[in-house]
């Protein structure tokens, strides 16, 4: 299996542009969330949803937004890139939301 | 809201020293887990803790849900250089998995 994959691993935007960044799981898991990991700061909760058609807000939604059409997939948007959205985004997924989250590889964003 | 506080920062050990960390927060959470992330990958489970008291092992790993579900610690035993990475303690509730800001942990052969 190949567990949680993000696309792409690394991208550079300007100021304004916008971007999908895409996550995908063959693992059939209901819960899938996506998270930003800054330096020294730890993860925080973008998105997540608990089932296609269901999505909800985290700690940190501003300037992002998600859907959830199929189980298997859970793409994060950002509309008008800004440089406080450098960072690592985490995809994760687990079957029924108790906690052992199963964590894709990482996009690396860099807004300049 | 919901903040841990994760102490070491981070670790320089010899191989074969046990390490400890932990992790406290201001709220209960219902459940405490440990993660392990090494560079340009995302973080692995490594245990998780479903009740208060809880001691769980996973081979040289020990891990503590506290009495006052307000914390937890990780124990390592005989270090080895594979070791290395940032461990990550979180609590989660409801949906809501708050992460520790890691212990970045480093093993001198």
């Known amino acids: 299996n190949a567990g949680v994959t993000q696309t792409p691993k690394f991208r550079i935007l300007k100021i304004g542009q916008s971007m999908t960044l895409q996550c995908t799981q063959d693992?059939?898991?209901?819960?899938m969330y996506w998270y930003r990991q800054d330096p020294g700061m730890g993860l925080k909760l973008i998105y997540y949803?608990?089932?296609?058609?269901?999505?909800d807000k985290g700690e940190v939604p501003n300037g992002y937004n998600v859907s959830r059409s199929t189980t298997e997939d859970f793409p994060l948007r950002l509309e008008l890139a800004a440089p406080s959205q450098t960072s690592v985004y985490f995809c994760?997924?687990?079957?029924?939301?108790?906690?052992?989250?199963?964590f894709g590889s990482g996009t690396r964003l860099t807004v300049v | 809201g919901q903040q841990l506080n994760q102490s070491p920062q981070s670790m320089f050990i010899q191989e074969g020293e046990d390490v400890s960390m932990n992790c406290t927060s201001s709220?209960?959470?219902?459940?405490w887990l440990w993660y392990k992330q090494e560079p340009g990958e995302g973080p692995v489970l490594l245990i998780a803790?479903?009740?208060?008291?809880e001691l769980t092992s996973n081979g040289r790993l020990t891990a503590q849900f506290g009495i006052t579900r307000k914390d937890s610690f990780l124990n390592i035993s005989a270090s080895i250089p594979s070791d290395v990475g940032i461990y990550f303690c979180?609590?989660?509730?409801?949906?809501?998995?708050?992460f520790g800001a890691g212990t970045r942990l480093t093993v001198k052969p």
């Open positions: 949803s608990v089932g296609a058609g269901i999505t």
């Open positions: 709220s209960i959470f219902n459940t």
């Open positions: 994760a997924s687990s079957p029924s939301g108790a906690g052992g989250y199963t």
């Open positions: 693992m059939n898991h209901n819960y």
């Open positions: 979180a609590g989660y509730n409801n949906n809501d998995m708050r």
């Open positions: 803790l479903y009740k208060a008291g």
